[in-house]
């Protein structure tokens, strides 16, 4: 797996590499079957450092490959309603297929269309593999190109995730390293879910992250990004004075903000501008809070 971020967006414990990509090795397997509704689904696990990031639960027959729900990160199971076309068979240049439905209370549209086939090398090697090429339109848009060869799978994934104005916010591609087998479940780590919130400070949106500010600084921006969220969940920041002076009382709350989020990876900034008479100095810090509990809290300071 490698993901390329856009300006302004932080993902914590993320190492770059010298090209500002993050690489990662991810794993899936097909771990048994769960029975959902009566209907017995291969139970598709992604593993990615250890965790179990999310679980997709499918059919394979002569319609093709259906995923009829999904088991997140929290272990919530999420059912598509009706169950999503993966890969449609026959699968031939010119043949397309929508998924307009729901994913849980998401409402989800797409189109995919087999644009051709052609022959791609990736590290497990070479390939002769039908092109599909999917659009989303909501939640969010995203565009999702996948190479698939029949008889192997998906050899080669690329998503990409960009903002009204088109720059990019998120890229995630996938290409196949080693040929399916028979092998062991890896072992999988507890208690490893990633935060609720990933939150940077900056002087404004698209600046380096940083946790000292100087007296003069016209804004600080708190920028965040979910992941998991409940779409509709109250995203709010409470900025406090820890210690900055006789004048204040310890732990002085400055402000208070909130913002809806519209999906599960929604992201934002929170600002806090400088006061008429100028910043108090001393040391301060952000509370992120989701639905009224409290997932992070940022320390600053403000000197001269």
Same mark, same amino acid.
């Given at each position: ?13 993320a ?78 240049? %010119?043949?397309?297929?929508?998924f ?15 644009? %051709? ?22 939640p ?12 192997? %799978? ?67 921006y ?59 100095? %001393? ?7 989701v ?6 809290a ?7």
């Amino acid at each position: 797996m490698t993901e390329e971020i856009g300006k302004g967006l932080n993902i914590p414990d993320a190492k770059p590499d010298a090209d500002g990509k993050i690489r990662l090795p991810v794993l899936y397997r097909i771990n048994g079957t769960e029975n959902v509704d009566e209907k017995d689904l291969l139970k598709f696990e992604m593993h990615r450092a250890g965790v179990i990031t999310n679980a997709d639960l499918l059919t394979v027959d002569e319609h093709g490959i259906m995923c009829w729900a999904r088991i997140n990160l929290d272990g919530e199971l999420v059912r598509f309603d009706p169950p999503q076309t993966m890969i449609a068979i026959p699968l031939k240049k %010119g043949a397309k297929w929508d998924f307009n439905g729901k994913a849980g209370e998401l409402k989800v549209d797409q189109h995919y269309d087999v644009v %051709g086939d052609e022959d791609i090398k990736v590290p497990a090697g070479r390939f002769h593999v039908f092109h599909i090429h999917g659009e989303q339109m909501s939640p969010s848009p995203m565009i999702i190109d996948r190479w698939f060869a029949s008889g192997v %799978g998906i050899v080669k994934d690329v998503t990409t995730m960009r903002a009204a104005n088109g720059d990019l916010l998120q890229r995630i591609s996938l290409e196949l390293v080693e040929r399916p087998k028979i092998a062991e479940r890896p072992e999988v780590k507890s208690n490893a879910a990633p935060k609720q919130l990933s939150v940077s400070l900056a002087k404004d949106w698209f600046g380096k992250p940083m946790t000292t500010f100087s007296s003069n600084t016209s804004e600080i921006y708190a920028r965040w990004r979910g992941q998991r969220l409940r779409k509709g969940a109250n995203v709010k920041a409470v900025w406090i004075a820890e210690n900055i002076g006789e004048d204040f009382p310890q732990d002085y709350k400055v402000d208070e903000v909130s913002a809806v989020a519209e999906s599960p990876t929604a992201h934002g900034a929170f600002t806090l501008a400088r006061p008429k008479d100028g910043w108090a100095l %001393g040391d301060y810090r952000v509370e992120l809070y989701v639905d009224d509990v409290l997932v992070d809290a940022v320390k600053l300071k403000i000197a001269k």
